[in-house]
DNA sequence: TTCCAGGCGTATC
DNA sequence: GATACGCATGGA
């Protein structure tokens, strides 16, 4: 467990390998806003306030409890130093690292990471956080997928989600009747994983693969959207380096933040 | 006005 | 199995 001293009613602690523009505004979460202080944000119906300065961070008034949460959260226990130096032997993936060097891999929950991708297909981001945040708002938190059941799309009417709410309604039906038991997607082999995601109406492979990288963190599941195919194409038309191996989906994100943000 | 956004379902060949 | 097209919504 992550060392860390209390502060009042804050918890301080340091952190290398860690910058919350980059973690927070990279694309894998979509419910974090920056503010004069930090970033303001949630998961499920838990919320936090966080600061930095440097490589020291706190998170406002927070027990010892919500500590571990957000320690697991934020993947604190993972050297990220170590995952970037290895990448590093990669030319690409050397400015990749370099210019998004405080990303690191949410642990996201799977149900809120699985709607949340739902809704971010043939999408901008501004309008994925407004989708997410109106879903929040009818249900005070995200909504675990049970309390959706009974949801139709006059439920859904105010999200303004457009055509992705009859998917919505269809994955909480699949995941409420059993047709998709995401406990047991966890131990699937990826392909597999990915298949039995897809059963859902609005998941195809991009969708499966965001869910598995960032609700199951499955740092091996790879998402290529419009912007990593061009950089499939643009460097590694040959299939990914060697270093890649086994973490194709972190270094997925110090790509695709790059190559977003015009570095690459 | 037209185009595009962390895609996908469907029709057609 | 590959490719083309429509899809809700809203900002550029």
Redo the contacts with the bound molecule.
């Keep these: 467990m992550k060392k860390y001293i209390v502060k009042g009613r804050d918890i301080v602690f340091t952190q290398p390998d860690f910058d919350l523009d980059h973690t927070l505004d990279?694309?894998?979460a979509f419910r974090w806003e920056k503010t004069e202080g930090g970033y303001v944000g949630a998961v499920g119906r838990k919320e936090l306030r966080i600061s930095q300065d440097g490589d020291t961070f706190t998170l406002h008034d927070v027990s010892e409890d919500g500590f571990a949460f957000w320690s697991d959260y934020f993947d604190l226990d993972t050297d990220y130093g170590e995952i970037k130096k290895r990448l590093s032997t990669d030319s690409t993936l050397e400015k990749a690292c370099a210019y998004g060097s405080g990303i690191r891999l949410l642990r996201q929950p799977a149900e809120e990471t699985l709607l949340s991708?739902?809704i971010?297909?043939?999408?901008?981001?501004?309008?994925?956080k407004?989708i997410i945040s109106r879903l929040c708002d009818i249900y005070g938190g995200f909504p675990e997928a049970s309390e959706m059941t009974g949801a139709d799309v006059d439920t859904l009417?105010p999200l303004?989600?457009?055509?992705?709410?009859?998917?919505l309604i269809d994955c909480v039906q699949k995941l409420h009747d059993g047709t998709v038991d995401l406990g047991a997607v966890r131990s699937m082999p990826l392909d597999e994983a990915a298949a039995a995601l897809?059963q859902?109406?609005?998941?195809?492979?991009?969708?499966?693969?965001?869910t598995l990288?960032?609700g199951f963190h499955r740092t091996d599941a790879?998402?290529?959207?419009?912007?990593?195919k061009r950089v499939n194409e643009n460097f590694y038309p040959d299939g990914l380096p060697e270093c890649t191996r086994g973490i194709e989906g972190i270094a997925?994100?110090y790509l695709?933040?790059a190559i977003?943000n015009g570095v690459l």
Excluded: H
């Design positions: 990279c694309g894998q991708f739902i971010s297909q043939n999408n901008n981001i501004p309008r994925i407004g009417a303004r989600a457009g055509f992705r709410a009859k998917y897809m859902i109406k609005g998941v195809g492979i991009k969708v499966a693969m965001c990288l960032f790879y998402p290529v959207d419009v912007w990593m997925q994100q695709f933040y977003r």
